[in-house]
């Protein structure tokens, strides 16, 4: 049987490499991405419509875009709707979309900073949990379904200059640890996926506040001394996905390359 996920922050990067890799294995996909290009006071340009809808275009039959954001619950609501009516089901949800805002010590760090990054890093996959395990509690095979959220290696260390980020990705480890106790004995599962230094825009905009010139500085804070590309992170999304994931619940994947070396 077909098996459909949903996938949050799915325009760009990780998220559109796991919309991808998914797609190829024969998933069908509900791929969201609020698409905010410049509506946000982030330090790099978000993705557009036109980039969310590319991926339908790759995958044609496969992917549904769906523009919505992840603070808004009723929009989730209805991307999971959208998913459970054109494909009668849902199995997975991958909960990608976050930004990144930082550069400062956490006393000179503003107010509004800490609340964008807590309510899309954090109450965007709280929201998206909410709307995503009852579809699969109800399922048939509610044993191969799956939660996984994106964390980050800030959400288990402390990085200079990025308390708040660090904080938003901590919340999500502990919304992931606390989902997989609440789901116990249900055969659905949750698992936190932390990414290392992985080529992004996000990465792009870290190297700009810390005055790199190159993403290709952070190489050597992993032990395999490179960069990590956002289809090694999809392939390993990928897995926590999978019937064989479920050994994973409660867990964090630490998809780090060895962080820091």
């Not at 996984?148 to 708040?164: D, E, H, N, P």
């Amino acid at each position: 049987m077909t098996r459909v996920a949903l996938v949050t922050g799915a325009a760009r990067g990780i998220g559109a490499a796991t919309v991808r890799r998914l797609a190829g294995q024969g998933y069908r996909v509900v791929a969201v991405d609020w698409c905010a290009e410049n509506h946000l006071d982030v330090p790099y340009q978000l993705p557009g419509r036109h980039e969310l809808e590319a991926l339908a275009v790759e995958h044609p039959d496969a992917v549904l875009p769906i523009v919505a954001d992840v603070r808004d619950r009723e929009a989730i609501d209805a991307a999971v709707a959208a998913a459970t009516g054109r494909w009668g089901r849902l199995d997975v949800a991958v909960a990608a979309a976050a930004v990144m805002i930082g550069g400062t010590p956490l006393w000179e760090t503003p107010a509004a900073d800490l609340d964008l990054l807590w309510d899309i890093d954090a109450r965007g996959v709280w929201n998206t949990a909410a709307a995503c395990i009852p579809p699969m509690l109800a399922s048939s095979d509610p044993g191969g379904c799956r939660f996984v959220a994106v964390a980050s290696a800030a959400g288990t260390r402390g990085l200079f200059g990025l308390a708040a980020y660090s904080a938003t990705k901590h919340a999500v480890i502990g919304l992931v640890k606390g989902l997989a106790a609440d789901l116990v004995g249900t055969g659905v599962t949750a698992v936190a996926v932390s990414p290392g230094s992985t080529r992004t825009d996000m990465l792009a905009a870290t190297a700009d506040l810390y005055g790199l010139e190159s993403v290709e500085e952070f190489a050597h804070t992993q032990l395999i001394r490179r960069l990590i590309e956002p289809d090694e992170i999809a392939a390993t999304i990928a897995f926590c996905c999978s019937p064989q994931g479920a050994v994973l619940n409660g867990s964090v994947v630490h998809a780090d390359g060895g962080f820091p070396g």
